[in-house]
């Protein structure tokens, strides 16, 4: 609960830097699925998984000639797109080895499982499935990294490098 009784009801839209946003929107579309509901050419595609908001990620376009993401600044480290249920999260791993991504990492944290890769402009995406809360097996009040028992989410991914946050 907020200081003064304020609580925000959920994150919103995201805004990502890209060079294109039209080749953005394609691999976001190809890999997760996403559904654009607004594209401006040379300027920015709205994006969504939940076909009820609007967006929740605009890919806005700054050039062919921009840096990339650079490590160790101030910014956003990744964001998190959760699937479904494992089995859909086992679906995408495939998709990913498909489409030759390269895997980042895996990160396990006893109650989700995350695989990291990275945008076509650099920018890291996490792709996760997190049990449902009663299945967490952890402490109230102790957060899940290193509360909850490791190899809960067996899957295709458990080869590759791993992560700690």
Not at 24 to 29: A, F, K
Not at 30 to 45: K, P
Not at 48 to 64: Q, R, Y
Not at 107 to 118: F, M
Request: net charge negative.
């Amino acid at each position: 609960m907020g200081v003064i009784g304020l609580q925000a009801k959920r994150v919103g839209a995201h805004h990502i830097y890209v060079r294109s946003a039209e080749r953005s929107r394609q691999w976001y579309e190809d890999l997760l699925g996403l559904h654009t509901y607004g594209m401006r050419a040379g300027r920015a595609a709205f994006m969504t998984a939940d076909l009820g908001n609007s967006h929740e990620i605009a890919l806005v376009e700054v050039g062919e000639d921009a840096p990339g993401p650079q490590k160790g600044q101030v910014g956003l480290n990744h964001m998190a797109w959760y699937m479904e249920n494992l089995d859909d999260l086992k679906e995408l791993y495939h998709r990913i080895k498909e489409r030759d991504i390269a895997i980042e990492s895996v990160s396990d944290h006893g109650h989700a499982v995350g695989i990291y890769i990275r945008d076509p402009d650099g920018n890291c995406i996490e792709v996760s499935y997190e049990m449902p809360r009663e299945d967490w097996g952890h402490q109230e009040g102790e957060y899940m990294i290193g509360a909850t028992a490791k190899g809960r989410l067996p899957g295709p991914w458990d080869e590759e490098p791993t992560r700690v946050h």
